[in-house]
């Protein structure tokens, strides 16, 4: 199946980038959609100089770089011409949910198979040490009550993954009118505690590894880890789940292929990514890096990405991001 960009330009880009970076067929390949550094180029680095390193892949991983659309460009390329090719693996992350669940991608989610996620940074809830908001549950009843006379903010703009995920905790705890939030956009998770902590903001969303020193240090209260378990590193943080609201809002690592891959090289590279979750190497170099290693692999790591940008889509459009 063939699936054309929306747009000249994007499909202009796509053609163009393919021609220049598309590798042999023969050859296992990682494409991180980004420059050389971040995220996704992390991911196919390390995942597959440890898939080599194991002995799960002949030879080397060639790692290609394909910047472009926050990861469009590589998925056009993907669908349109590489579907069934079982050797190529492609990084992902929430942030590349967030743009096909808003519709900045040539294609939707199920256009390709989702192989495997393999770590997080655990997305936190955060007040500061003198807030007068103690707890979730005192949040959420204030959310919903007089949402207007909260300012909140996080490292993203209206509709980005730190706004989407606090409103996801938002809606849970009974705020019908999620547009009635304020939010406040910072270059990063530190900036945006730093304001809070001089009194301009109330709460801030973000990634724990952003702003771990601060809890640290005692300057700031978190009111909820976004995770499924607790935090290792800060046992004592509270789940929202554990408070009765069930939202996770990791910033995810992981992969993806062809939409036509085969059954059977869609399961033998689950299989082998799940060995190589398991190994010393991968939980070291995860570690290291930030992440927490969380394993969602083959079928339940499909449906989680489409649930997941299901209920992105949904409040995107709650809040006027989409149509």
Not at 98 to 122: F, N, S, W
Not at 156 to 174: I, P
Not at 178 to 207: K, N
Not at 282 to 311: C, D, H, N, Y
Request: net charge negative; with cysteine; aromatic share 6%.
């Amino acid at each position: 199946m063939t699936i054309l960009a929306r747009t000249p330009a994007v499909f202009g880009l796509v053609m163009a980038t393919s021609v220049t970076f598309a590798a042999p067929a023969s050859a296992t390949e990682c494409i991180a959609p980004s420059n050389p550094g971040g995220g996704w180029d992390f991911t196919c680095r390390t995942i597959g100089r440890i898939l080599s390193e194991l002995d799960l892949v002949d030879g080397n991983v060639q790692v290609t770089n394909m910047p472009g659309g926050v990861g469009a460009v590589t998925y056009a390329m993907v669908v349109n011409e590489r579907p069934a090719d079982a050797d190529l693996i492609v990084a992902t992350s929430t942030v590349g949910i967030t743009q096909i669940a808003q519709g900045r991608y040539p294609a939707p989610v199920d256009a390709v198979r989702y192989l495997a996620m393999l770590g997080a940074d655990v997305g936190v809830i955060a007040v500061d040490d003198e807030s007068p908001i103690q707890s979730l549950e005192q949040l959420t009843e204030q959310m919903a009550s007089d949402p207007g006379a909260l300012v909140t903010a996080g490292s993203s703009g209206a509709g980005g993954w730190d706004h989407l995920r606090l409103l996801m905790v938002a809606r849970e705890g009974g705020l019908e009118d999620l547009s009635a939030l304020r939010w406040v956009q910072f270059d990063g998770g530190t900036d945006a505690v730093t304001q809070m902590m001089g009194g301009q903001i109330d709460v801030v969303s973000t990634d724990m590894g952003e702003i771990a020193g601060f809890v640290e240090s005692g300057d700031i209260r978190i009111l909820a880890a976004l995770s499924d378990e607790p935090i290792p590193a800060f046992p004592d943080i509270p789940t929202a789940k554990s408070q009765g609201v069930d939202v996770t809002g990791y910033n995810w690592r992981g992969l993806y292929t062809g939409g036509d891959v085969s059954d059977e090289d869609y399961d033998k590279w689950v299989a082998n990514l799940e060995t190589l979750y398991n190994s010393e190497e991968w939980q070291t170099a995860a570690k290291e890096s930030g992440l927490i290693p969380i394993w969602r692999g083959g079928a339940e790591f499909s449906e989680f990405v489409k649930s997941e940008a299901q209920v992105m889509e949904d409040i995107s459009r709650d809040i006027g991001v989409i149509q």
